[in-house]
């Protein structure tokens, strides 16, 4: 009997489904049925080769050798998911297998994983497409009936080779040719260039705002009432000290009277459904999470909890099929404090705006909502428990009526200077209800009618300072990656529309990577919640080619790439035109003129080369690192780590290396890793949970824990 592959993208998400295809039989990376064999990438199983794959001479890094521009790129299994590779392909190629589904994520980077492992098997079998938001059984189960032809997808599958290459080719080439060009190691990508760029252009804007004291008048009744002084264009700001107390001084003592009495009925609507980077953003704003611990947590409801769709989306509306869904969704999460305001909903006939289903404004994904598995909260970690919060709440309000109120205008007049309150009463709580604004304040109005004196009134001078604009924080540089037309030159502006369609430099599923990618190479560093640029960054800016400082390049590829995706442009001719765009970068780094200075130098010399060691302090942790990058020298000299203080509970770091390293806390408590073995060995009875080791052995790039890892691993099997 013949039977059909199914290709995931991760082990859960296959589990998933082959429950729902009644797959139970168990073999070497694949689960299989009476019809289906279900099997799974561990995200990407091939990749693009490395240069010395190209030319040997390519292994070590030399200017003279660039640029490195290969007629064809070709790709390689990765060596570290070898193994999944060979247990993928030997399912694909069995002679019972007469046709594969393609079920890794529902997007460009999931049909580059899906495709470059069958491509890479050398599989030609007709392709069919898995396209679904949700990985409930429900989901799993209609998407299977309506499954899309494989061909419907090449274009994507084009487009996403294309953009893979380019950033090969212009990546790799700049990152080479300027840490050749200037013995330090700088990375440069089309992607991380212009945020840097982001941040520069806002600490710019910092560095030239000027403070400007401001002055106002406020008229207060005996009754508390405020009235606010405006000009014929609603300024309340006098920036001339002078004339604001002579104004002062003509009107004091003079009676007011009220001019005009208006009543408004108004309505607020609640704000959209979330996409990734608004929930980041949020999360960040709220919490204080990054980035990646959002995307995080987001991807353990998707995927562990099943609780919410698929978390990786730029679209903050849903599909009109969703809409007979949503009483089901209604029923699945509306336990707990939600309870209440579900129950009303369900009672509700729903005839949603555009700003809440609308088909055309979805792109692969819909935007973030619960699903209709009923959520057991008590199940949820304490991030996933916040996040899950926020998804939920906004669910909740998109589905509930507006905010109604009634806005009230009073203006007084004083030798035919006018001075303003405003004041709201709330008539129908509406969405508001869902974040718990039972006790909104009405600020009533005095009781005064048209034409009446204001007696005994009191008008005070007011004073003010102009503010500078705020430091970005990840949350915002998040939505500024997003929507980057503000930090364009204004000879770009052109471009602004482009990027736009194109969701703005990055990904929603890779800027939490580049931010961190940014800050653990030490271009921009966090002071609290906020984002500065290092001297590094600096000199990167100063010393990368103008194009890849500017959003305007990831605007011009998108416009291309999209044309690819929509079969109106050909991929090749993309890539002639950014292999002639690499020579002319490499060209440019290679005639500069500038110098690079570090400014991470220590006293400390290498013990291989002699080369003074440069310190390295990260989110990982601190490290001293050979200045001459030929050598590479390294050395940990602390890793942060999520082990506890038993005096105070803070994080520890562990210093040195091998057997001799050693916990140490602000509190001023120290711990060999032995006794820490030790004593983590009595406080968990013996047995550590796989959720605290994961926790402690969770790997971090360039800081190697071997000696806590092994004992870690050793509790592990106890």
């Given at each position: 009997?013949?039977?059909?592959?199914?290709?995931?993208?991760?082990?859960?998400?296959?589990?998933?489904?082959?429950?729902?295809?009644?797959c139970?039989?168990?073999?070497?990376?694949y689960?299989?049925?009476?019809?289906?064999?279900?099997?799974?990438?561990?995200?990407?199983?091939?990749?693009?080769?490395?240069?010395?794959?190209?030319?040997?001479?390519?292994?070590?890094w030399?200017?003279e050798?660039?640029?490195?521009?290969?007629n064809?790129?070709?790709t390689?299994?990765?060596?570290?998911?070898?193994?999944?590779?060979?247990?993928?392909?030997?399912?694909?190629?069995r002679?019972?297998?007469?046709?594969?589904?393609?079920?890794?994520?529902a997007?460009?980077?999931?049909?580059?994983?899906?495709?470059?492992?069958i491509?890479?098997?050398?599989?030609?079998?007709p392709?069919?497409?898995l396209w679904?938001?949700?990985?409930?059984?429900?989901?799993?189960?209609?998407?299977?009936k309506?499954?899309?032809p494989?061909?419907?997808?090449?274009?994507?599958?084009?487009s996403?080779?294309?953009r893979?290459?380019?950033?090969?080719?212009?990546?790799?080439?700049?990152?080479?040719?300027?840490?050749?060009?200037?013995?330090a190691?700088?990375?440069?990508?089309?992607?991380?260039t212009?945020?840097?760029?982001?941040?520069?252009?806002?600490?710019?804007?910092?560095?030239?705002?000027?403070?400007?004291?401001f002055?106002?008048?406020?008229?207060?009744?005996?009754?508390?009432?405020?009235?606010?002084?405006?000009?014929?264009?609603?300024?309340?700001?006098?920036?001339?000290?002078?004339?604001?107390?002579?104004?002062?001084?003509k009107?004091?003592?003079k009676?007011?009277?009220?001019?005009?009495?208006?009543?408004?009925?108004?309505?607020?609507?609640?704000?959209?459904?979330?996409?990734?980077?608004e929930?980041?953003?949020?999360?960040?704003r709220?919490?204080h999470?990054?980035?990646?611990?959002?995307?995080?947590?987001?991807?353990?409801l998707?995927?562990?909890?099943k609780?919410?769709?698929?978390?990786?989306?730029?679209?903050r509306?849903?599909?009109?099929?969703i809409?007979?869904?949503?009483?089901?969704?209604?029923e699945?999460?509306?336990?707990?404090?939600?309870?209440?305001?579900?129950?009303?909903?369900?009672?509700?006939?729903?005839?949603?705006?555009?700003?809440?289903v609308?088909?055309?404004?979805?792109?692969d994904?819909?935007?973030i909502?619960?699903?209709?598995?009923?959520v057991?909260?008590?199940?949820l970690?304490?991030?996933?428990?916040?996040?899950?919060?926020?998804?939920?709440?906004?669910f909740l309000?998109?589905?509930s009526?507006?905010?109604?109120?009634?806005?009230?205008?009073?203006?007084?007049?004083?030798e035919?200077?006018?001075?303003?309150?405003?004041s709201?009463?709330?008539?129908?709580?509406?969405w508001?209800?869902?974040y718990?604004s039972?006790?909104?304040?009405a600020?009533?109005l005095?009781?005064?009618?048209?034409?009446?004196g204001?007696?005994n009134?009191?008008?005070?001078?007011?004073?003010?300072?102009?503010?500078?604009?705020?430091?970005?924080?990840e949350?915002?540089?998040?939505k500024?990656?997003?929507?980057?037309?503000?930090y364009?030159?204004?000879?770009?502006?052109h471009?602004?529309?482009?990027?736009?369609?194109a969701?703005?430099?990055?990904?929603?599923?890779?800027?939490?990577?580049?931010?961190?990618?940014?800050?653990?190479?030490?271009?921009?560093?966090?002071?609290?919640?906020?984002?500065?640029?290092t001297?590094?960054?600096?000199?990167?800016?100063?010393?990368?080619?103008?194009?890849?400082?500017?959003?305007?390049?990831?605007?011009?590829?998108?416009?291309?790439?999209?044309?690819?995706?929509?079969?109106?442009?050909?991929?090749?001719?993309?890539?002639?035109d950014i292999?002639?765009y690499?020579e002319?970068?490499?060209?440019?780094?290679?005639?500069?003129e500038?110098?690079?200075?570090?400014?991470?130098l220590?006293?400390?010399?290498?013990?291989?080369?002699?080369?003074?060691?440069?310190?390295?302090?990260?989110?990982?942790?601190k490290?001293?690192?050979?200045?001459?990058?030929?050598?590479?020298?390294k050395?940990?000299?602390?890793?942060?780590?999520?082990?506890?203080?038993?005096?105070?509970k803070?994080?520890?770091?562990?210093?040195g290396?091998?057997?001799?390293?050693?916990?140490?806390?602000?509190?001023?408590?120290?711990?060999?890793?032995?006794?820490?073995q030790?004593r983590?060995?009595?406080?968990?009875?013996?047995?550590?949970?796989?959720?605290d080791?994961?926790?402690?052995?969770?790997k971090?790039?360039?800081?190697?824990?071997?000696a806590?890892?092994?004992?870690?691993?050793k509790?592990?099997?106890?």
């Amino acid at each position: 009997m013949s039977k059909t592959v199914v290709l995931a993208e991760k082990p859960s998400v296959a589990r998933d489904i082959a429950r729902v295809l009644s797959c139970h039989k168990k073999g070497n990376g694949y689960l299989e049925g009476s019809k289906y064999i279900i099997t799974w990438a561990l995200g990407h199983l091939v990749t693009l080769a490395t240069p010395d794959m190209y030319d040997h001479k390519y292994k070590t890094w030399r200017i003279e050798d660039l640029p490195m521009v290969p007629n064809r790129l070709k790709t390689i299994v990765i060596q570290k998911t070898g193994k999944q590779f060979n247990a993928v392909k030997s399912q694909l190629t069995r002679k019972d297998v007469t046709d594969i589904v393609i079920a890794t994520d529902a997007g460009r980077e999931g049909e580059l994983v899906a495709r470059w492992i069958i491509e890479k098997a050398r599989v030609k079998k007709p392709v069919k497409r898995l396209w679904i938001s949700s990985v409930t059984d429900k989901a799993i189960r209609d998407g299977f009936k309506q499954l899309k032809p494989g061909k419907q997808y090449e274009n994507l599958y084009d487009s996403a080779v294309a953009r893979a290459e380019a950033d090969w080719y212009v990546g790799l080439n700049a990152t080479r040719a300027l840490t050749t060009k200037y013995n330090a190691q700088l990375s440069s990508g089309r992607v991380q260039t212009p945020t840097l760029g982001i941040i520069a252009t806002r600490e710019e804007e910092i560095r030239h705002f000027r403070p400007q004291k401001f002055y106002g008048l406020e008229l207060k009744t005996r009754t508390g009432t405020a009235f606010t002084w405006q000009d014929e264009k609603n300024n309340s700001r006098i920036f001339d000290k002078e004339r604001a107390e002579s104004l002062r001084g003509k009107l004091t003592g003079k009676k007011a009277i009220i001019t005009t009495i208006e009543k408004t009925q108004k309505k607020q609507y609640p704000p959209q459904l979330y996409d990734l980077t608004e929930l980041q953003r949020d999360a960040n704003r709220m919490f204080h999470f990054s980035g990646k611990q959002t995307l995080q947590a987001m991807q353990h409801l998707y995927e562990r909890h099943k609780v919410l769709t698929y978390p990786r989306t730029d679209s903050r509306v849903i599909t009109t099929d969703i809409v007979p869904t949503l009483k089901e969704r209604l029923e699945a999460c509306g336990v707990d404090e939600y309870a209440n305001v579900a129950r009303k909903l369900l009672q509700k006939k729903f005839n949603l705006p555009k700003s809440v289903v609308n088909n055309a404004q979805v792109t692969d994904h819909h935007a973030i909502i619960p699903t209709e598995e009923p959520v057991d909260i008590s199940a949820l970690g304490s991030n996933e428990r916040k996040i899950y919060d926020l998804v939920v709440k906004r669910f909740l309000a998109v589905l509930s009526d507006p905010y109604e109120y009634e806005e009230a205008k009073m203006t007084a007049e004083i030798e035919g200077e006018r001075f303003v309150t405003k004041s709201n009463t709330v008539q129908k709580l509406g969405w508001k209800e869902v974040y718990e604004s039972t006790s909104e304040k009405a600020n009533q109005l005095a009781n005064l009618t048209k034409g009446a004196g204001i007696a005994n009134s009191n008008l005070q001078l007011t004073e003010g300072e102009t503010k500078p604009p705020e430091r970005l924080t990840e949350g915002t540089l998040l939505k500024a990656m997003e929507n980057p037309a503000k930090y364009m030159e204004a000879d770009e502006k052109h471009l602004a529309k482009t990027l736009h369609q194109a969701g703005g430099i990055g990904t929603v599923a890779t800027r939490a990577d580049i931010i961190d990618k940014l800050i653990n190479g030490q271009y921009m560093e966090l002071r609290g919640k906020y984002l500065y640029l290092t001297q590094t960054g600096k000199q990167l800016l100063d010393l990368a080619p103008e194009d890849l400082r500017s959003p305007a390049l990831t605007a011009q590829w998108e416009e291309k790439l999209t044309q690819i995706e929509r079969g109106k442009l050909n991929k090749s001719q993309f890539i002639n035109d950014i292999k002639k765009y690499t020579e002319e970068i490499v060209h440019e780094i290679k005639g500069a003129e500038a110098t690079f200075k570090h400014d991470n130098l220590t006293g400390s010399k290498c013990p291989r080369c002699d080369s003074l060691m440069l310190e390295v302090e990260n989110r990982q942790g601190k490290m001293l690192r050979c200045k001459d990058r030929s050598c590479n020298y390294k050395k940990n000299v602390y890793k942060n780590t999520n082990a506890r203080c038993p005096n105070c509970k803070k994080r520890l770091k562990l210093y040195g290396e091998g057997e001799g390293q050693t916990f140490t806390c602000v509190c001023g408590h120290r711990e060999k890793l032995a006794t820490f073995q030790e004593r983590r060995k009595k406080d968990q009875n013996k047995r550590v949970s796989k959720k605290d080791i994961n926790k402690y052995m969770k790997k971090q790039d360039d800081f190697k824990n071997n000696a806590l890892a092994e004992a870690l691993a050793k509790l592990k099997n106890k």
